[in-house]
């Protein structure tokens, strides 16, 4: 089965880039189970929301690029606030790997901050570049560590870096 082309896409659905939603224009599936009118789609454990059009789910995120553009993507969309439900057209961005990496959200820490963690008395900052990982220096508190990785975010992730 063949991925489905933009005409085909405008024909089943209206997105709405103001507000990311989704709006079915005719029924389709068997005895017409999808009804026209607004799509919910179904939402994964990661958050992101899979529509259902000519019998293969898709991610709406890669669906609304491909109704912006008439093309598929051809790297990753990434959502620049972090959230992969808010697929309103302004949050979407074409990415590699690595860049949509760079903006996940953190992983569980116990100072609460990006790249900041505990040793000893201190706190120490690391971030990731190329795989590598670049020591930032030891400071006082967390929040003077956080500071330090936001800075380095800023030089070597760019508008992908996701601050503290």
Known sequence: MTRITASRLRELFFYDPQ??????????????????????????????????????????????????????PKLFVDHKDGNPSNNR???????T????????KPQRNVCGYKGVFRKNRTFRAKITVNYRPIYLGRYKTAEEAALAYNEASKKYHGEFGRQN
């Open 89 to 95: 057209w302004n949050n979407l961005r074409e990415a």
């Open 19 to 72: 507000d990311g939603s989704w709006t079915r224009l005719i029924a389709t599936g068997y005895r017409k189970r999808h009804k026209s009118g607004p799509v919910e789609g179904y939402k994964d454990k990661l958050g992101r929301i899979h529509i259902r059009a000519d019998r293969k789910l898709y991610l709406s995120s890669r669906l609304a690029w491909l109704y912006q553009t008439g093309d598929w």
């Open 97 to 104: 790997h690595t860049q949509n990496m760079r903006n996940r």
